[in-house]
């Protein structure tokens, strides 16, 4: 049975004024000796995946977060927002970001006197229509200081403009992945079709790569990771790494139609992406993944565990090719709100908040110089409208 040593929750980041959810981390260990988490500040107390795209920063190694750091990356506009983003840092030293990109009609109409106080929008979807328009990618050369305008990123032939209120996307552990030779693999979900879900005649989402060997001003399909062409597994969220001896391994969330949530499938590849083994899965339940190879060349992976008893997971692999329950381990229980007492009857604010409630986790992962383990995650706070914030484990395995 694997154990963590030495583990400490470290609170990282919530918004102070209450008014804005922050989610779906993304963390990297910098070669200056920092640690940069990105993440999605929302619009609003709500998850609503129109926000924009900020970072925080530890210079101790995740022991303490600094809030005088906090940076808004790409903000967001009244009618465009972007989400779900994924860093990491290349040879060269540059940072890249690549984010999910949306647009939407402002919502319309006088809200109550409560929901003002929030600064929740009117009933209803926090905007109208909204739709992913793209992708793009931002890069900073001075360890997150500044950052380039956006680059659009081409995704074609998956389409990222009208699959309905997504596109082309995946969690924001999908960090790009430095191929020994330069190029750089970027892993995302997608699908060829328009339109998803129950009710829909498209094709079921696959996970793909794309490729760039100019460092990332231009992207072409490179590869489908994993997909099912009878339509009923939806592939998604790729957790992907690369691991020391060139073999690549990602886990997936994936789903079955009409509506079944299933264990995390695995797949690998030995020819940098080209190639993949016929997806396999795993006895692993939860999602998504984030993927690790360790200082002594075991494969962690880590992930949301969205039921009893809640909280985020991880899992060790001897070869990052065969997953064991039997090595499957809790990083953190709970971070689901529960009502306080005495709420009454159901408001606005309350559906908006516990129709979510279970939105925890989305983990990605690093471990540092000494070894150390840092598992970064979002969950509820205990405030009486709860809020998401972040938060991290330190550990050692």
Known sequence: MVQMKDAEHVFVYKDPELRHACNQVSIVALQNGEVLMGFNEERYPVHADSGQSCLIKSKDGGRSWDPSTKQVIWPYTDFMGNWDCAFAQVSDGTILMHTRVCSFIAPRGIKSEGDQALGLPPPGMPERLKRQTGYALLKSSDDGSSWSEPIAVNTSPVHSSVLGPYGCGGSGAGHIIELSDGGLLM????????????????????????????GGDNWEYWSTVAHDPASIIEFMEPGMTRLRDGRLVCLMRTSHRPN????????????????????????????????????????????????????????????????????????????????????????????????QYWHIGYPTVIQLKDETIIAAYHEYSDDAWPLQYLMCTRFKL
């Not at 892993?187 to 060997?213: H, M, Y």
Request: proline residues 6%; aromatic residues 10%; charged residues 25%.
């Open 260 to 355: 079944r949530q299933d264990n995390m499938w695995f797949v690998h590849s030995e020819d940098d992406g080209i190639t993949w083994s016929p997806p396999k899965r795993t006895p692993l339940w939860g999602y998504p993944a984030d993927l690790l190879q360790l200082a002594d060349g075991r494969v962690l992976a880590v992930y949301g565990y969205r039921k009893e008893p809640w909280g985020v997971r991880g899992c060790v692999s001897e070869d990052g090719v065969s997953w064991d329950i039997e090595d499957e381990f809790s990083i953190r229980e709970g971070g689901v709100p529960r009502p306080a007492s005495g709420m009454g009857a159901r408001t606005l604010q309350d559906t908006l908040i516990y129709a």
């Open 187 to 214: 892993p995302l979900q997608g699908n060829l079709g328009v339109g998803r879900g129950e009710g829909s005649t498209a094709e079921t989402e696959r996970c793909f790569l794309l490729r760039s060997d100019d």
